[in-house]
């Protein structure tokens, strides 16, 4: 049995140098603590939608460089080489959210194949692309949607638009031999997302996994969901792709449910959710012949737990229906430890300009002051690696 060593910070830095590691524990310092992430956060995102000068710049020193490839796909390059260089993929994310125009959506889809493109001329670093449903159709037309209310004529035209959006991203990726993983929203929403994700996986997962539908394990009724993807999908002749997550929503979607009076979609505690990942994970690996799996988890129990299990099972480390996934800038403990153990991992990558990828920095920002303590975690590790190359 493979047994990884999580705590092996000098694999998990190998790729900083000493500046970028002490940079590294700076930032990370700074983001352990709430009141400046707090302030910092809303300053910077003021400053940077008013143009006001060096904003950009001071965000691109900083925040910007520990979390986001670049500004396009080429100045992502030397990341990705980066990456490659040390056994580790990458998924390419275009940064932009939460669009409301056609031209914007459009813009969105045009990114989204140009990135495919760029994939496909290095596809065995860059096996897979990354999109958000609410990049390319308007949020409140998918609320209209889950809500079951008539279309109107001009609504109907909007959804026509949308699918040929969707569409067109999956087919492109299909011919060039790219997965697409289609990111999980807020739950009202998420049943319209989750509709058009099936056409696409019905369309274009008969031969082999081309797009994944994304499963937010902190909701308790996503592992029956789970579960009846995969028998529907046996029965109408697809296979499954499954990116497992924990969850992204969590504050809100608690909010809502209270101010709205209807039953909270999210687990009562952490134990309940890590309890439900970890059963969803025995489900793919379990049914791995006939579907593909995204350990999409910064938690290093339940990569363990995989690797485990494709031991048990024989499943070679670099099968094609597996892979680990951590976000850029995040978890390298986690990404590099299985990369040197030989697993397929990949680096979640967003790029984008500062203004279109700085709702995603400020989420990252946020996070990592949260309960799960993921700052303090990632600075403890950076420092003992400080320490050991010192030769403290």
Known sequence: MTKIDFSNTEIAFAHLSNQELQKTAWLFH?????????????????????????????????????????????????????????????????GAEAKETELDFNHTMNENIRAIDFASRSVK??????????????????????????LSRDELSEYRNALKRLDAICYHASTKNVAVFIDAEESWIQDAIDHLVWLMMRRYNKKQVVVYNTFQMYRHDRLNFLTESYDRAGKEGFQLGAKLVRGAYMEKERARAQ?????????PDKAATDDLYNTALRFCI???????????????????????????????????????????????????????AGFRVAKYLPYGQVKEVIPYLIRRAQENTSVTGDAGRELKMVREEVKRRRGV
């Open 125 to 150: 670093s860059i096996p897979v692309i990354s999109t958000k449903v609410t990049g390319l159709i308007r949020f409140g037309l998918l609320e209209r949607m889950q809500s079951a209310q008539a």
């Open 286 to 340: 379990d049914h791995l012949d006939t579907m593909a799996v995204c350990n999409a988890s910064h938690n290093a129990d339940s990569a363990q737990l995989m690797v485990d299990l494709m031991d048990k099972k024989g499943i070679a480390h670099n099968h094609p229906n597996t892979l680990f996934s951590q976000l850029y800038g995040m978890s390298d403990n986690v990404t590099f430890n299985l990369a040197e």
């Open 30 to 94: 700074m983001m352990n603590k709430p009141w400046l992430v707090k302030y910092g956060s809303a300053l910077a995102l003021w400053a940077v939608e008013n143009n006001i000068p060096l904003s950009e710049w001071a965000v691109k020193k900083t925040i910007f460089s520990q979390f986001v490839g670049g500004t396009t796909l080429l100045d992502s390059q030397p990341s990705i080489e980066r990456l490659a260089d040390f056994k580790t993929l990458t998924i390419l994310d275009y």
């Open 259 to 267: 101010e709205m009076g209807y039953t909270d979609p999210i687990n």
